[in-house]
T-cell receptor
Framework: GQSLEQPSEVTAVEGAIVQINCTYQ??????LSWYQQHDGGAPTFLSY????GLEETGRFSSFLSRSDSYGYLLLQELQMKDSASYFC????????????FGSGTRLSIRP | NAGVTQTPKFQVLKTGQSMTLQCAQD?????MSWYRQDPGMGLRLIHY???????DQGEVPNGYNVSRSTTEDFPLRLLSAAPSQTSVYFC?????????????FGAGSRLTVL
């Protein structure tokens, strides 16, 4: 079956850097996406990697390695407002573009 | 531009009742989908559609029906509610082609089944 695995919780200090990992088992996909969700809110899109390598968007970067079945989201200069849940997701080649999500990582930031 | 609109925001049902969660988008997106979110379980795909008249099952389709008669609307029907369907439901949409990997979510519908 298809699955994306993430750590359930990560804690970091304000101003620091944190990496949230996503390992996957899928038969084939178009790319790896990342979403942020604050408590009580809806998920919002953060970044997308179609190809292997690093994509940078401001304080956030995302990385994909298809050969290692692995990706990560890197958050720099952490702010208290970054406390949220983060989800990786893929759109599958099979099943007519179905998009599935990992179980999510809750990021807690300490002052 | 409203984006993705879900109604109702909150609903309480008794076991065995049926109801429909509404989802509408005004972005002319071809792809629409329903997810449920339970604590610690992430977002699980219920049903999805790649265009009007086309629907398919996701990871957890049992107990739910969908239809897609127009590009804009994608309602989710609970046929006979069960306590296991207590959850937060999100509708999401995306275009095809270049933006296909960017989902826009509705605000969510919180359902409680007693």
């Amino acid at each position: 079956g298809q699955s994306l695995e993430q750590p359930s919780e990560v804690t970091a200090v304000e101003g620091a850097i944190v990496q949230i990992n996503c390992t996957y088992q899928t038969s084939g996909f178009y790319g790896l996406s990342w979403y942020q969700q604050h408590d009580g809110g809806a998920p919002t899109f953060l970044s997308y990697n179609a190809l292997d390598g690093l994509e940078e968007t401001g304080r956030f970067s995302s990385f994909l390695s298809r050969s290692d079945s692995y990706g990560y989201l890197l958050l720099q200069e952490l702010q208290m407002k970054d406390s949220a849940s983060y989800f990786c997701a893929v759109r599958l080649y099979s099943s007519a573009s179905k998009i599935i999500f990992g179980s999510g990582t809750r990021l807690s930031i300490r002052p | 531009n409203a984006g993705v609109t879900q109604t109702p925001k909150f609903q309480v049902l008794k076991t065995g009742q049926s109801m429909t969660l509404q989802c509408a988008q005004d972005m002319n997106h071809e792809y629409m989908s329903w997810y449920r979110q339970d604590p610690g379980m992430g977002l699980r795909l219920i049903h999805y559609s790649v265009g009007a008249g086309i629907t398919d099952q996701g990871e957890v389709p049992n107990g739910y029906n969908v239809s897609r008669s127009t590009t804009e609307d994608f309602p989710l029907r609970l046929l006979s509610a069960a306590p296991s369907q207590t959850s937060v439901y999100f509708c999401a949409s995306s275009p095809t082609g270049r933006g296909a990997n960017v989902l826009t979510f509705g605000a969510g519908s919180r359902l409680t089944v007693l």
